[in-house]
């Protein structure tokens, strides 16, 4: 749970640091715990996570599979090539969608919101993706229509 907690804090208390203050940010925790670290060298401690089944820490790159792609399938827009960032994204949705929390991915067009959640929820049997796109003339009634279809709602205040 230390190093669970340790993590964490990379993570949620640098959650809103641009990539270079947050690896500073995890350095100097380094300097300063007393918890078992990750080893120094070529990477930051930003660059590993602690497994619940072992508790040790691994490299977030050793979970990125090493794929050949058929040269035609490159340009399909649901091929998904995964790095560390796509399998650290794939992981915090898993975690939020496995709890059943509500969440928004923001970003500007193209940095990979939609391919993101598709791979995610590819990987999860159990969920159902739909689309649901919005225009100045969607209704109310449409997305409640959408919903009663899919979905159990509840009317609340």
Request: net charge negative.
């Amino acid at each position: 749970m230390t190093k669970w907690v340790v993590f964490c804090s990379f993570w949620g208390v640098g959650g809103s640091m641009n990539l270079q203050t947050r690896t500073e940010f995890s350095e100097e925790i380094r300097s300063f715990s007393t918890v078992d670290m990750p080893p120094t060298g070529d990477a930051s401690p930003l660059d590993y996570e602690v497994r619940v089944d072992d508790q040790s820490w691994h490299l977030w790159k050793k979970r990125v599979p090493n794929v050949q792609i058929d040269p035609s399938k490159v340009i399909d827009a649901s091929t998904v090539i995964n790095t560390v960032d796509t399998c650290r994204h794939q992981e915090v949705l898993c975690s939020w969608l496995s709890e059943h929390r509500p969440f928004l991915l923001c970003g500007p067009p193209g940095s990979g919101k939609t391919m993101t959640l598709m791979a995610t929820l590819k990987m999860l049997t159990d969920m159902e993706m739909i689309f649901i796109n919005f225009s100045a003339s969607t209704l109310p009634d449409l997305i409640l229509k959408t919903f009663d279809h899919y979905c159990e709602y509840k009317k609340t205040p």
